[in-house]
């Protein structure tokens, strides 16, 4: 039961241009959601996270929207710079819970 | 450098043998997690300690797998009698008390494990 999901398995974006994530999820008991990127050869490492009772978060120039009604969030980055080449994970948080439930994973390639 | 380390980085194994990792996590972190990534998929989460105390654990931990943390510091997660299935990247987290709310958690850079 895949609860937290990727649809897309990879993205092209030209640099400069915005890059656009998406990620669907089921259980309407998250509380938090974050993403995280990963380079080959490294752990993932944090990026930015959005609490259930937002709908935009901000962090320079990563933006994370979370429609509730549609269990859907999206990251944003504008401008695309050819070092968020990456795989970029969704992650989820049960309320109470301490484990997070990873989506499969998004691989963007900037394009110089 | 002060992240999560983890040792070894890559362990290949025969079939049947018995394997050990390690991890060191970030020094005030009292939360410890060992998660496991196969190719195309994120993380799955395995167990979680709160000092010492294994709070978790994933239905997928099987009677082969044990995890430990002794003194509340490093952990260690040693799977018995190994199988091809468990070919996977282990990846081991911290987190603080700080930033438990948000769910933020610190990787380090995983054990790959290979079992021929």
């Known amino acids: 039961d895949q609860q937290v999901k990727q649809n897309s398995p990879s993205l092209s974006v030209q640099e400069g241009r915005i890059s656009i994530l998406n990620c669907d999820y089921t259980?309407?008991?998250?509380?938090?959601f974050l993403w995280y990127k990963k380079y080959p050869a490294e752990g993932p490492t944090f990026l930015i996270s959005?609490?259930?009772?937002?709908d935009k978060n901000e962090d320079g120039r990563f933006t994370v929207f979370l429609n509730k009604s549609a269990k859907h969030l999206s990251l944003h980055i504008v401008p695309s710079q050819p070092g968020d080449s990456a795989v970029y994970f969704c992650?989820?948080?049960?309320?109470?819970?301490?484990?997070?439930?990873f989506g499969q994973g998004t691989r963007l390639t900037i394009n110089p | 450098d002060t992240g999560v380390s983890q040792d070894p980085r890559h362990k290949i194994t025969k079939r049947g043998q018995n394997v050990t990792f390690r991890c060191d996590p970030i020094?005030?972190?009292?939360?410890l997690y060992w998660y496991r990534q196969t190719l195309g998929q994120g993380p799955e989460f395995l167990t979680y300690?709160?000092?010492?105390?294994?709070?978790?654990k994933s239905r997928l931990l099987s009677d082969r797998f044990s995890a430990e943390r002794p003194k509340g510091s490093f952990s260690t997660l040693e799977i018995q009698r190994t199988e091809q299935g468990d070919s996977a990247m282990y990846l081991c987290?911290?987190?603080?008390?700080?930033?438990?709310?948000?769910?933020?958690?610190?990787f380090g850079e995983g054990s790959r494990l290979t079992v021929l």
């Open positions: 992650a989820a948080r049960l309320q109470g819970a301490q484990k997070l439930v």
């Open positions: 020094s005030e972190h009292n939360r």
């Open positions: 300690f709160q000092n010492e105390a294994q709070l978790e």
């Open positions: 259980n309407s008991m998250f509380d938090y």
């Open positions: 959005i609490s259930s009772i937002k």
């Open positions: 987290a911290s987190s603080s008390w700080e930033r438990q709310g948000s769910g933020e958690l610190f």
